[in-house]
């Protein structure tokens, strides 16, 4: 064995040594680039061995030297100059099964995912190795690595690894269920709210912390209150807008308290006293919500957890993560939802929700993780009991688990001295107590009747002279009797409750004939436990013969206990699959695509089968079933046979039913499933071991396991667990002695050995077959974004019998052929082969997700082509590509041919009916006063009507015109604002009050503005101008800078110097010096143009139009650029140009219209049509040389001219270019005719949209195009918007280009992104449920002897004046209005509203007009089956304040650590600019220390000295006509 001597380099400190590995190629004959080989310390044979791949050989090595990475040599334990073995090792040996890797502070899409899947294909990676994709700008870093069973320390990534995709800076909402429990003490003594804020969450802040994570968090508090009350007559008026009915006809309201709202901390402690300040007053303020003096009211209770509004909460997050392509922000990925319950994981709830809650967050692709601060109960959880609205004998309980939810049970370290016993169940409260708590009407979890049960008979089983609980226990505790059969016996085993259960009591006391009709439903709930569908002609032979088994004991002295029995019997539901919640690996389901959605994310144990990490089996290898015999291992995974006779006929229903689909966003770092503990916890024989290290051809690949694709019958999981190959056991433990592995401690014993148990009993003390569960820290720290690839895909006969089958070809080519001809621009087309990548990217993008098979069933396909089997990744070089992907029950076949794609659609036969639910809530954010009435849809997606041929069209023209992007499609968005800089708000720390805040319609400013506006769109449109302009704020000295000019090697007209890059500051030839004396002359007329003449005021249109077009002093032309023709200025430049040299009177715009009059000048898109319209507007310069070699024409077609350029008109600033009388000094709420509003009045256009290059830097290795959106008009002091919108772009670079956009309008003004919907008011569409304006009131009664405001203008234009009252309070608080575009039809009489951003891009306000004739319906889907528990009516008209004021809302969208730099530093309490704006407006609205009435008083005032002033006009005019 060859020896090394191992020397160490540092990366970058010379360009020969970037690579991790050097060698000298004379040592090493045999070895190529790529290949990988292994080193280890020659005395750590079985230690840990570090793979690295060849990148690069090295001369400069010595002989027999190699040299690493020193940081890859420090973590791997290899000193400098000892020595080492090194081998080539075949790739397959070291292949990983699944790779987790970590990235923050960006936002990487599932198409660059994958992309970056198929870059590292083939690469050799090892733990905490930073990984940068260049092409598509990407930086992450590996986590963890699993092979055979192991967690491993490097390794190969093959192309069967599974890429798992971990982001540290996730949108995640924490809600904490504020049920009754809260209050309750846990065996420790401390309260659960203690123990899930000073516990859990106090750990996991610190483990953020510790991983540096930076999540942007809302946290809320939730819960429901109960009113005790028969009907709505006993509710105030007050009380009515959102109560709601429950099924079983009890009155309820939820309400949520937000506590924080989009934030990121470095530290989160602060935020735990903000909570626990919160938690005092929580119960109290929620159930005296409605107090009112001299007002009576129902009583309110608290619920349960069990009886919570948890699926309405899940909902409430999905809401917002469904809109995650509108509010695109570029450093953040990925979402998470975490609801923290004090109770033990089992819900009630309504099955219509738990079918739209499922599908919601299977198809959206977020995690959900429930996490339990009660003690895990003896059954399997997360539990949902469906409400029970059959009130038949006939009818059973049903439960569901769900698969879709990551459920993890936290319990403290606390010891307790004098025992170990962890108690597993709730004791019931006895006596007054219990009577008490029902009558508040929150049922704690048990039935109405159940309850009169209680009540009744307490007395009579305190004493144990009614019940023999030793025959009872024994009945219980009985050996099972064989599967085939199933007596009662076991149906009461089943449901184990704390007080003795009705049927015992029954048969034991022959009571059957006196039970009240109140007590048999109870009784028919308990008889119907969900364990009856392992057979039910058996479970009916034992009913009708009762001899044969157990009952007969309790049932022979009662004569007509056989007709008794017999008529319950029809609980017995044929066909359908109940679940016991106590032996759920007893029901094997049937794959279905939603249940192996997530599965790609967890790693496969030492047995083969996918493990959660936190879910802990101490002992999997024996495992004995109910019948008491043992099963060998292969069998686990098919005892698909045992499962009831209705589990497969109907399978599709019942997989929407109540169990199906596959959710789970990832795992934890407890694993002990590691080689420390398998070697002796595993009870195998040595070959059994043998076989799992073996690779590739292995029993392990031949499992159902990984090979979904087998036999109906193999194709089964449990129906318990995320993985659906784990199988539940009844000894559970809650996790306790238990050391969790912190993450980032596992570098020491890097081969999979992981530390054992801390505590030496606790590997024992798990017995056989236990499963622990503890927290799922890895996902609720870093959570992992849905898999790119899954393994399931129907079988043919499914696909024959379930599916409706669709295609359609693309002909990229012809498509392309006949667009070029057309077309007014030509762009490079994609090739076939990149759109049939493009449009497997896209549905990536849409949550679908790439099917890995395996090669047998591929052939089964209905007409699957026998292209390459597994479908690939990284294609191979013949051109037959095929790639099958999934979204719930919805495939794709993609395959290329030749030129030619065919897309294969197979959606399901019959789909799920669209619910819509329509919620009514309270919900309090952050700096409101009360908790509002708020009010939401929750509905599910018809993903099969996703326009996929209008997407696949629209890749294969390039974003054609013909194929716009369209709401339905679902593209990203990222919206900005320019605004104009202020410097004002460091000014207001001093102030005391806020409203200081000057015009910004100064003519200085406006000028400084509309430069740097025409710079900025410039950069936007990768324009250059042959001479770059002299910028406005220099001085106009001649510095070296300005004067040297560069000669660019580019052609430009008449061969004259041009400037490289876009205007830097004016460069003139140094051979013109009369233009640079003309500058030097004429200081205080800088415009930016040299200036060497002045027009006579007779001169005539040519000679000013000759000057125009002087090369060097004229005014200015773009180089050359494609679609723009030869000669093009903006009509902005040139009325600047004029405004220098022409004499006042003459107008320059006139001047310009005539000359396009004359034909002298024209739009640049050659349409003689439109007139000259100042602004950033092109027009070109007509008679030119058409033989110069440089010439270009116009393209000759106005709206592709549009659709290539960003066209601007400026309005509100012609004082700039022309002198002007000024305007009156009186507001505009006083004036005899008040101005309009803003230029949408004389613009019929609002915005334009233009086709956008998005990968400006030339980076990224595919295709990228965008479109922006824009106002049509600048006018100073307003906001101008840009939105850019994409499908086919990277987010990296994106953000790329929208960071150099932000750093070049950063002089005067500067580019803050907005949220779609800024105001988020309730009950509208895409309205984000926990975010609400804040409401705040207008004092209009402040005038002496309460006179009405303008009591002197007519009455109609009163309203109108109103709102120009209103909008001249936020211009003095330095608010700009924003121009939308009306939401409605102009048909309806809808108020008028105006909307407002603030200088700063921190807030925005909204002022509507308060008509009484106007009511806002919340929106109705009319395809959907509408569900509302509401009880009041179906419109509200909250949303229009009948009350005079504004509302007010933060921008979400700015990150808040630079909200927080925005302290005011000398206030007392470090208070912020934000809040302390609000409260000073609130102040001067409600006319505090009467600054409202002064503003009043003083508007007045400047309305009487103008009518004065005008008054003195009139008459001196009129003495001058006598």
């Known amino acids: 064995m060859k020896l090394y001597k191992l020397n160490t380099h540092t990366r970058g400190c010379n360009k020969s040594y970037d690579a991790d590995l050097l060698m000298n190629p004379k040592d090493h004959p045999n070895a190529n680039v790529g ?47 000892t020595n080492v073995v090194m081998r080539i090792v075949d790739p397959a040996d070291v292949a990983l099964d699944s790779i987790e890797i970590t990235f923050k502070d960006q936002y990487m899409g599932r198409s660059e995912m994958w992309r970056l899947k198929t870059y590292l294909t083939d690469t050799c990676v090892y733990l905490n190795k930073k990984i940068d994709y260049n092409d598509m700008q990407i930086r992450c870093q590996v986590y963890e690595m699993w092979s055979q069973g192991d967690r491993v320390a490097s390794g190969v990534i093959t192309e069967d690894t599974k890429i798992v995709f971990r982001s540290s800076t996730s949108m995640v909402y924490l809600f904490l269920q504020m049920s009754s429990e809260m209050w309750d003490f846990d065996i420790h003594g401390d309260l659960y709210f203690e123990k899930a804020v000073n516990g859990f969450l106090t750990e996991l802040f610190q483990k953020w912390r510790k991983l540096s994570c930076n999540h942007e968090v809302t946290i809320v508090l939730f819960s429901r209150t109960f009113y005790a009350a028969k009907s709505l007559d006993e509710f105030p008026e007050h009380m009515r807008d959102c109560l709601q009915l429950d ?221 023999d609980y030793d025959a009872y226990d024994e009945q219980i505790f009985q050996p099972l009797p064989a599967q085939s059969t199933c007596s009662l016996q076991r149906v009461v085993r089943a449901k184990k409750t704390s007080v003795p259960s009705l049927e015992t009591y029954a048969y034991r006391n022959n009571d059957w004939e006196n039970l009240t009709p109140i007590q048999i439903p109870a009784m028919r709930r308990k008889m119907s436990d969900p364990d009856i569908h392992h057979g039910t002609s058996a479970m009916l032979a ?8 157990n009952l007969s004991e309790s049932l022979a002295s009662e004569k007509n206990s056989r007709r008794t029995i017999v008529s319950i019997a029809p609980i017995v539901r044929p066909g359908r699959a109940l679940i016991n919640p106590f032996d759920p690996s007893q029901v094997t389901i049937k794959l279905t695509s939603n249940r192996r959605r997530w599965t790609h994310i967890f790693p496969k144990g030492p047995t083969g089968v996918l493990i959660q990490q936190h879910h802990y089996q101490a002992v999997p290898a024996k495992i004995t079933p109910a019948a008491g ?113 912190v993450e980032g401690e596992h570098h020491h014993h890097l081969l999979g050995g992981l530390d054992p148990p801390a505590d030496p009993e606790a590997g024992v003390g798990c017995g056989r077959g236990k499963i622990i569960i503890g927290v799922d820290w890895k996902s609720l720290t870093i959570p992992a974004c849905l898999p790119i690839t899954t393994d399931y895909f129907p079988d043919k006969r499914s696909l024959n019998n379930d599916y409706v089958i669709s295609d359609y070809t693309l002909l990229p080519d012809d498509v392309n052929h006949e667009y070029a001809q057309s077309r007014a621009v030509y762009r490079k087309p994609l090739s076939t082969e990149e759109v049939c990548k493009e449009i497997v990217s896209q549905r990536l993008a849409q949550g679908f997700q790439l099917i890995v098979v395996d090669e047998k069933p591929l052939s089964m396909l209905g007409g699957c082509s026998s292209g390459s089997a597994v479908l690939p990744l990284k294609p191979p070089c013949e051109s037959k590509k095929e790639y099958l992907l999934s979204i719930g029950r919805i495939f794709h076949k993609i395959s290329l041919s030749g030129s030619v794609i065919t897309v294969t659609g197979y959606r399901p036969r019959h789909p799920y009916p669209p619910i819509n639910v329509d919620y009514r809530y309270r919900f309090h954010a952050p700096q409101h006063e009360t908790y509002e009435i708020s009010g939401v849809n929750f509905t599910t997606e018809k993903l099969e009507n996703f326009n ?299 915005y334009r949209q233009s086709h956008l290059e998005i990968d400006v830097n030339q980076k990224s290795d595919r295709m990228e195009w965008g479109h922006v959106k824009h106002h049509t008009v600048l006018q100073p002091g307003f906001a101008f918007e840009i939105v850019v919108e994409w499908v086919t772009s990277s987010g990296p670079i994106v ?34 449920p926990l975010r609400g304006p804040i409401f705040i009131p207008l004092c209009t009664t402040f005038l002496p002897n309460g006179a009405a405001l303008f009591d002197e203008f007519p009455e109609e234009s009163r309203s109108d004046r109103m709102l120009f009252l209103q909008e001249a309070i936020l211009t003095k608080f330095g608010f700009l209005p924003c121009v939308l575009e009306k939401k409605y039809s102009i048909g309806k009489d809808l108020p008028k509203e105006y909307q407002y951003v603030h200088c700063t891009g921190n807030m925005f306000a909204l002022i509507r007009c308060a008509s009484n004739n106007y009511q806002m319906e919340s929106p109705i889907l009319l395809e959907a089956a509408n569900v509302t528990r509401c009880v009041y009516g179906h419109t509200n008209n909250t949303n229009v304040p009948k009350k005079v004021g504004f509302l007010w809302a933060w921008n979400h969208m700015i990150p808040n650590k630079k909200w927080k730099a925005q302290t005011i530093n000398n206030s007392a ?22 600054r409202l009435s002064a503003f009043w008083t003083q508007s007045q005032e400047l309305r009487r000295k103008a009518q004065k002033f005008e008054f003195n006009n009139n008459n001196t005019d009129d003495i001058k006509i006598k």
């Open 35 to 81: 290949d990988v080989v292994e080193i280890y310390a020659p005395d750590e044979e079985n230690g840990t061995h570090l793979l690295l791949q060849i990148t690069e050989f090295n001369n400069s090595c010595g002989r027999d030297v190699i040299s690493i990475e020193s940081g890859i040599a420090t973590a791997f334990n290899l000193r400098s100059y």
């Open 247 to 467: 099924y079983k006809g009890r009155f309820y309201e939820d309400f949520y308290r937000v506590a924080i709202q989009n934030e990121r901390c470095d530290d989160w402690c602060t935020v735990l006293g903000q909570l626990r300040k919160l938690f005092t007053s929580y119960q109290a303020t929620v159930l005296r919500y409605h107090e009112r003096e001299h007002m009576k009211i129902p009583p309110a209770t608290n619920s349960s957890a069990t009886q919570g509004n948890f699926l309405e909460v899940l909902n409430i997050s999905l809401n917002t993560f469904e809109k995650h392509y509108l509010d695109r922000t570029f450093d953040r990925t990925g979402q998470l939802s975490v609801v923290i319950t004090p109770g033990v994981g089992v819900f009630s709830v309504d099955r219509e929700l738990t079918n739209i809650t499922k599908q919601r967050i299977i198809d959206n692709g977020v995690g959900s993780d429930l996490v339990c601060v009660g003690e895990q109960p003896l059954h399997a959880v997360p539990l949902l009991k469906f409400h029970n609205k059959d009130t038949t004998l006939t009818s059973a309980d049903d439960y569901s688990l769900p698969h879709w939810i990551n459920l993890s049970f936290y319990s403290t370290n606390k010891k307790i001295a004098y025992s170990s016993f962890i108690p597993r169940i709730k004791l019931p409260l006895f006596g007054s107590q219990q009577t008490l708590h029902d009558a508040g009407g929150g049922d704690c979890g048990g039935d109405e009747n159940e309850r009169h049960f209680l009540s009744c008979n307490q007395s009579e089983y305190k004493h144990n002279s009614l019940f």
């Open 542 to 549: 034992a009913l009708q013969q009762p001899d044969t088994t």
């Open 629 to 741: 015999q043992p099963r060998p291992l292969q069998q686990i995974y098919n005892n698909g046979q045992t499962g009831g006779s209705g589990n497969n006929n109907n399978n599709e229903q019942e997989d929407y039913g109540c169990e199906s689909t596959e959710q789970y966003d990832r795992v934890s770092s407890h694993s002990l499933l590691s080689k420390s503990a398998s070697t002796h916890s595993f009870v195998m024989c040595d070959e059994k071991i043998d076989l799992f290290k073996r690779r590739q051809n292995s029993l392990m690949n031949a499992l159902p396991a990984n090979v979904p694709n087998l036999t109906d019958t193999q194709a089964k999981s449990y129906l318990w667990g995320a993985t659906g190959e784990q199988e539940w056991t009844p000894a559970i433990t809650t996790v306790q002695h238990l050391r969790p592995i």
């Open 948 to 1246: 996929w041929n209008h997407m696949d069209l629209y890749i294969c023209t390039r974003g054609d015109v013909d194929y716009p992007l369209m709401e339905s499609l679902k593209y990203w968005r990222y919206r900005m604002y320019l605004l104009p800089k202020e410097s004002i708000v460091s000014k207001i720390a001093s102030c005391q009050h806020c409203d200081v805040f000057p015009d910004v319609t100064t003519a200085d400013n406006t000028r400084e503005q509309v430069e740097d506006f025409v710079r900025l769109i410039e950069a936007v449109s990768k324009l250059k101008r042959q001479f770059a302009r002299k910028a406005r704020h220099d001085t106009p000295r001649l510095t070296e800078k300005h004067h040297n000019p560069i000669n660019s090697p580019q052609q430009s007209i008449n061969v004259r110097p041009k400037v490289e890059n876009g205007r830097i500051s004016r460069i003139f030839p140094a051979t013109d010096a009369v233009a640079a004396a003309g500058i030097a002359a004429r200081d205080d007329q800088d415009d930016g143009f040299p200036v060497d003449i002045k027009f006579s005021p007779n001169a005539t249109l040519v000679e000013i139009f000759d000057a125009m077009k002087h090369p060097v002093t004229g005014v200015g032309y773009f180089a050359q650029t494609q679609s723009l023709p030869s000669c093009t200025f903006l009509s902005y430049d040139a009325l600047m140009w004029l405004k220098t040299r022409l004499n006042n009177g003459r107008h320059p715009l006139d001047l310009l219209e005539a000359m396009r009059k004359e034909r002298m000048i024209c739009h640049a898109s050659g349409d003689w049509k439109r007139a000259v319209v100042p602004g950033f507007v092109f027009y070109y310069v007509v008679q030119q040389d058409k033989n110069a070699k440089d010439y270009a024409p116009p393209l000759g077609d106005y709206s592709a001219f549009v659709n290539e350029w960003l066209e601007i008109e400026f309005q509100g600033c012609s004082f700039l270019w022309h002198d002007e009388v000024l305007t009156t000094p009186v507001p505009n709420f006083l004036r005899d005719k008040p101005a309009p509003q803003s230029w949408t009045e004389t613009c019929k256009r609002v």
């Open 1295 to 1328: 953000a790329d280009l929208i960071g150099g956009w932000m750093r070049k309008a950063n002089q005067f003004n500067f580019l803050v992104s907005v949220p779609a919907d800024p105001m988020a008011e309730p009950f509208t569409k895409k309205s984000d």
């Open 1469 to 1490: 309490d470090g208070e912020l600019f934000q809040l302390k704006m609000l409260k000073d407006f609130r102040e001067f609205c409600s006319n505090s220390d009467q």
